[in-house]
C-alpha cells in the first residue's frame, strides 16, 4: 500500500505540457462512447492487433502459452486495455490524469491503476520488471522533444528478455487522421514510422513485427467531425465464429460457461445468451457479462425447451461457424482458435470437434467412441459443442423441436452428416463436461427413450436402412442397451447408490456409471 499511496501525489513530470486533464476526464469519465469498461469500435480494432502481437510472441519467442506476464499498460486510460491484458497475467496501469484513474478504478476494481507517468513510475519502483510493456495511442500525445525520453523510461521498466507493443496513427496518414480529432483535443504530434524506429533502436530494441491498420481515403469520410459519429461502426472486425449459449435456471454455474469464452485466444467471435424463462439470475448475470464485453448479448424469452432456445440463437448469429455451448460445460481456451484454423485448412469440412474431459460428479476424460457413420447409426459420440456452419444449421432447418426430451444433439449431427461431408477431431482437450447427479434420473425414464428412438427411427429410415440394414437392427441395438441398464435397477445394492448419488452426491458402492 506504501508505493501506491506514494504515487498518487506525484505531479505531473515530463509529459505535463501535452497533458489536459478536464479534456482527458471529459472524455473518459463522461462521454459515453468513451467512458464504458468494454471497448468501443476503434479500441476493438486496436486490442485486435494487440492480441495478435502478443500471440505471435507467444508462438515465435521465448513466452509459453501457459506463462503468466507481468505487464505494464503505459497510457491504461480509462482501464479498458487493462483489463483485456489481465488475461495473460498480472497488469498495472498507469495515467497521468488522477480523475480517470479513479474512474478506472471503479469499473475495474480488481485491477491496479496507479496515477503518474513511465518517468515518476521509475522514480519509486524497481527496474527492469516488465515481460511486456503495452503503449496503446499515447507516443502522439508526446512532444517531440520528450519522446527520446519516454522511450528510454520503456527500456529501463522492462527486463532483458522484456517486450514493447506499441499502437500509434502513422504521420504518413496525418491528414486522415485529423479528420477523426476531437474539438478541443490537444494537439498531437504525429510520429512516422521511421521517427519510431529510430527512436526504438536507439534505445536498444529490435522491431521484430509490424502491422498496419488501414483507414479510408479522406473523400470516403463524408466530412465527419467526431470518432463517436458512427464511422468504426462501418469497419466493426468480423464476426466469424457465433458461440450460442442457452441457459435455463443454469445461473450457478453459467459465469464460468462464460468466462471460458471471454478467455478464448481467438478474437472475432460472439456470444449470444439465451435467457429460456429462468426464475434465477440467469438474467443478470448475463447482464453483466453483455456489460463487460460488447460481444456479449443476451435474448430473453419464454421456456420453450433446449433445441428452440439453441435456434433463436443461432437464427440472430451473424458468425459464419456456430459454436453451441451448454450453461453448465466449458470450452479450453484454444478451442476456437485451433478450430477456425482448422476450416481455414480444409474449407469442405462439416463439423470440427476435440477430445473431451468430465468434471463434476465425474472427472477425467470422457472416452468416447471414434466416428463412423454406421457407428453413429447406434449412437453419438459427438457432444453438443462442435463447430459447424450456419449455412448448414440452415440446410437442415435448425435443431429439431420434436427433440423435446434429449438425444437432440444425435438427431443434428445424423441430419448433418448422413448425405456426406468429412469431420475433424482435434487432438487437443477442449472441451469441459460437467457430470451432476440429477441428469442420471433421465435414464430411468424409458417411456421417452422409447419415443425418441421411434421419431429418429422413422425421421432417418433412410440412415439407419444404409448403415445397419433394417429397423429392426436398429431396435435391437436399443432394446440391448435399453435391457443392460434395467438389469442394473433390478439390484439392491444398485437403488440405493442411485438415491445417494441423485440426491446426497455420493456414491456408496461406485456401481452407477453416467
Not at 464504458?36 to 495478435?52: A, G, S, W
Not at 443434428?412 to 472441451?431: A, R, T, V
Not at 435399453?482 to 438389469?487: I, K, L, P, S, T
Request: aromatic share 14%; hydrophobic share 40%.
Amino acid at each position: 500500500m506504501r508505493f501506491f499511496r506514494k504515487i498518487k501525489k506525484i505531479i505531473l513530470g515530463r509529459n505535463k505540457r501535452v497533458i489536459e486533464p478536464d479534456y482527458y476526464e471529459q472524455l473518459f469519465v463522461h462521454n459515453t462512447y468513451w467512458n464504458t469498461p468494454q471497448p468501443n469500435d476503434e479500441e476493438i480494432l486496436r486490442f485486435k492487433i494487440i492480441h495478435n502481437f502478443i500471440e505471435y510472441l507467444k508462438s515465435d519467442f521465448s513466452l509459453k502459452k501457459e506463462d503468466r506476464l507481468k505487464i505494464l499498460d503505459l497510457g491504461s486510460g480509462r482501464g479498458w486495455l487493462s483489463s483485456l491484458l489481465s488475461n495473460y497475467g498480472t497488469v498495472l496501469g498507469v495515467e497521468p490524469v488522477a480523475k480517470v484513474v479513479d474512474h478506472a478504478k471503479k469499473m475495474f476494481p480488481n485491477l491496479n491503476f496507479v496515477c503518474g507517468t513511465s518517468t515518476d513510475l521509475l522514480k519509486i519502483t524497481d527496474h527492469a520488471q516488465y515481460d511486456l510493456i503495452v503503449s496503446s495511442e499515447v507516443i502522439e500525445h508526446i512532444v517531440d522533444e520528450a519522446k527520446p525520453g519516454f522511450m528510454n523510461d520503456i527500456k529501463r521498466l522492462l527486463n532483458d528478455n522484456g517486450f514493447l507493443i506499441i499502437t500509434t496513427p502513422r504521420k504518413e496518414a496525418e491528414i486522415e487522421w485529423n479528420a477523426y480529432v476531437l474539438p478541443g483535443q490537444p494537439v498531437e504530434d504525429w510520429i512516422t514510422e521511421l521517427e519510431l524506429e529510430k527512436l526504438a533502436t536507439e534505445n536498444s530494441f529490435r522491431v521484430i513485427k509490424k502491422e498496419r491498420l488501414a483507414i479510408p481515403p479522406l473523400q470516403e469520410l463524408q466530412a465527419l467531425k467526431y470518432i463517436n459519429s458512427g464511422y468504426f461502426k462501418k469497419y466493426k472486425m468480423r464476426i466469424q465464429i457465433s458461440v450460442i449459449v442457452p441457459c435455463y435456471n443454469q445461473g450457478i454455474f453459467l459465469n464460468e460457461a462464460l468466462k471460458s469464452v471471454f478467455d478464448q485466444t481467438y478474437f472475432d467471435w460472439e456470444c449470444i445468451i439465451i435467457n429460456d424463462g429462468s426464475t434465477d439470475n440467469t438474467q443478470e448475470i448475463a447482464e453483466l457479462w453483455v456489460k463487460k464485453d460488447r460481444r456479449f448479448s443476451c435474448i430473453t424469452q419464454l421456456n420453450s425447451g433446449l433445441c428452440a432456445a439453441r435456434n433463436a440463437g443461432i437464427e440472430k448469429a451473424i458468425g459464419v461457424y456456430i459454436l453451441p455451448l451448454d450453461a453448465d460445460d466449458k470450452i479450453g481456451r484454444d478451442y476456437l482458435q485451433l478450430a477456425m484454423q482448422a476450416f481455414e485448412n480444409e474449407p469442405s469440412l462439416k463439423l470440427v470437434y476435440c477430445k473431451a474431459e468430465k468434471f463434476g460428479f465425474e472427472s477425467g476424460p470422457w472416452m468416447l467412441e471414434d466416428f463412423s457413420l454406421k457407428a453413429l447409426a447406434t449412437e453419438n459420440m459427438i457432444f453438443c459443442s462442435a463447430v459447424y456452419k450456419k449455412e448448414d444449421w440452415l440446410a437442415i432447418g435448425g435443431y429439431d423441436k420434436n427433440m423435446k426430451f434429449g438425444l437432440e444433439d444425435w438427431e443434428f449431427w445424423i441430419s448433418l452428416l448422413k448425405n456426406g461431408g468429412s469431420l475433424l477431431c482435434l487432438e487437443y482437450i477442449g472441451f469441459f463436461y460437467q457430470v451432476k447427479p440429477i441428469s442420471m434420473v433421465k435414464l430411468l425414464n424409458q417411456e421417452k427413450r422409447k419415443y425418441l428412438f421411434n421419431y429418429l427411427s422413422i425421421k432417418h429410415a433412410d440412415f439407419f436402412v444404409n448403415q445397419l440394414g433394417s429397423f429392426q437392427q436398429l431396435i435391437i441395438d436399443r432394446d440391448h442397451s435399453e435391457a443392460n441398464f434395467y438389469a442394473k435397477t433390478k439390484s439392491r445394492k444398485f437403488i440405493v447408490d442411485f438415491i445417494t448419488v441423485s440426491f446426497f452426491s455420493f456414491s456408496i458402492f461406485k456401481k452407477y456409471k453416467k
